[in-house]
C-alpha cells in the first residue's frame, strides 16, 4: 500500500508547487477566508498551508490521510457535478507517502485543536484558531531519484508562488500571504475581483489589456485579454479557468489565439486571464491526477464561442 500510494504520489506530486496546489485547494474547499503559505528552502524542506476553514474534525483526521477517503463525493452522481477542488481524497495520501507530514486542527466550537503526526500517527492536543494547518517538511526524502530532479530553491519557490497566483487570481474574495525563510513574499488581500487582477497580474498588464465578457447560453466567458501590441515573448501570462479550476487546454488556446488573427507578430505570445464557467455536466474535469486537463463535451463551439469574445474585447479597444 505504501508503495502504491508512492507511485500515485508521483501522478499528484511532482515538485513543492505540486503540494502548495493541492494543500491551496483544500484550504478553499474548506471555505477559508485567509490562506497562508509558509516556505523554507523553496518548499523542498517545508511546506506550511494554514487556513481560517472549517476544520477537521478529529475523529475523521486519521481516515482524512487514508488513499480515496474524501469527505467531499458521496456517489458517483456527485462525481459528474463536482464544484469542489479535490474530490478523489488522493492528496494528503499521496503527500505523506513522499514527505513528513503534520496535520493540525480545530473546528468551531472545539475546547481545542488537535495535531496528527503522519507517521507515528500520534494524535496530540494542541493549540490553535478555528481552521487548519497541513505541514509538510522534506518533500521526497525517502525517494532520492525524485529528489534529485528538483532545482533551485528559487525556481522551486517561483513554482510555489506561482500556484498560489493561479488560486488568488480565482479566488478575490480570500486573502492569500506567503512567506519564503520567515519573510513576508507575497500579500493580496481578500477584495474586489478588479482588484485582485491588478493585484496579482499588475498593472501594465491590466492597462494594455480589455475585459473580456459574454455569456451563450449555459456558457460565460470572462476576464481580460492583453491587447496585441502588448505580446509578449514568454507564454507565462496565460490564466485559464474552468468553473473555477486553473486549467490548461489547447482547444481553449487555440481558440484564444486565433481571435488575434494576425496581430502577433512571430512567436509573441497574448497575454491573457480568461474564466469559463459552463454546466458541469457539458466538462469532464476527471480527466487527469492534477485535474489540470479539463474535456468538453461541446469542444467546437466552446473554440468559436472564447474566440468571439476575444475578438469582441479587443475590437473594443480598435474603435
Ligand atoms: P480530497 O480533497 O480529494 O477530498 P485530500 O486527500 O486532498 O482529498 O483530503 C482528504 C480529506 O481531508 C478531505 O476530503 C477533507 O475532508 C480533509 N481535509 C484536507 N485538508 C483540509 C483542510 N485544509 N480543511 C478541512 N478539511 C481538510
Ligand atoms: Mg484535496
Redesign the pocket.
Given at each position: 500500500d505504501e508503495l502504491i500510494s508512492q507511485i500515485a504520489a508521483g501522478e499528484v506530486v511532482e515538485r513543492p508547487a505540486s503540494v502548495v496546489r493541492?494543500?491551496v485547494?483544500?484550504?478553499l474547499?474548506?471555505g477559508?477566508t485567509q490562506i497562508n503559505v509558509k516556505l523554507m528552502a523553496g518548499g523542498v524542506r517545508a511546506i506550511v498551508?494554514e487556513?481560517d476553514?472549517?476544520?477537521?474534525p478529529p475523529a475523521?483526521l486519521p481516515?482524512?490521510?487514508k488513499r480515496h477517503?474524501?469527505?467531499?463525493?458521496r456517489s458517483l452522481d456527485e462525481l459528474e457535478s463536482v464544484s469542489?477542488?479535490?474530490?478523489?481524497?488522493?492528496?494528503?495520501?499521496?503527500?505523506s507517502s513522499v514527505a513528513e507530514m503534520a496535520?493540525a486542527?480545530r473546528c468551531e466550537g472545539a475546547p481545542h485543536a488537535h495535531r496528527l503526526e503522519a507517521r507515528s500517527g500520534e494524535l496530540k492536543v494542541a493549540a490553535r484558531s478555528r481552521?487548519?494547518?497541513?505541514e509538510v517538511r522534506e518533500l521526497f526524502f525517502n525517494t532520492p531519484a525524485r529528489r534529485k530532479f528538483l532545482k533551485t530553491d528559487a525556481t522551486e519557490l517561483a513554482h510555489c508562488l506561482e500556484s498560489v497566483r493561479r488560486h488568488a487570481l480565482a479566488r478575490p474574495d480570500v486573502g492569500f500571504a506567503v512567506w519564503h525563510e520567515g519573510k513576508l513574499v507575497e500579500q493580496w488581500r481578500a477584495g474586489p475581483a478588479e482588484q485582485r487582477l491588478r493585484d496579482v497580474l499588475g498593472e501594465d498588464f491590466f492597462g494594455s489589456s480589455r475585459a473580456v465578457y459574454a455569456e451563450a447560453g449555459p456558457l460565460r466567458i470572462y476576464g481580460r485579454a492583453g491587447l496585441p501590441e502588448a505580446a509578449r515573448s514568454r507564454s507565462d501570462m496565460q490564466y485559464v479557468y474552468v468553473n473555477g479550476r486553473y486549467v490548461r487546454d489547447k482547444l481553449i488556446a487555440h481558440g484564444i489565439r486565433s481571435a488575434y488573427e494576425d496581430q502577433l507578430h512571430g512567436s509573441r505570445q497574448p497575454s491573457y486571464v480568461l474564466f469559463i464557467d459552463i454546466a458541469p455536466d457539458r466538462v469532464d474535469v476527471n480527466v487527469h491526477p492534477t485535474k489540470i486537463e479539463v474535456r468538453f463535451r461541446d469542444g467546437r463551439e466552446i473554440h468559436q464561442q472564447v474566440r468571439y469574445a476575444v475578438q469582441d474585447a479587443l475590437a473594443l479597444s480598435r474603435a
Open positions: 493541492e494543500l485547494d483544500n484550504a474547499d474548506a477559508a498551508v487556513d476553514g472549517l476544520g477537521i475523521e481516515l482524512a490521510l477517503a474524501t469527505s467531499k463525493i469542489t477542488m479535490g474530490f478523489r481524497g488522493e492528496a494528503l495520501a499521496a503527500i496535520i486542527t481552521g487548519t494547518s497541513v
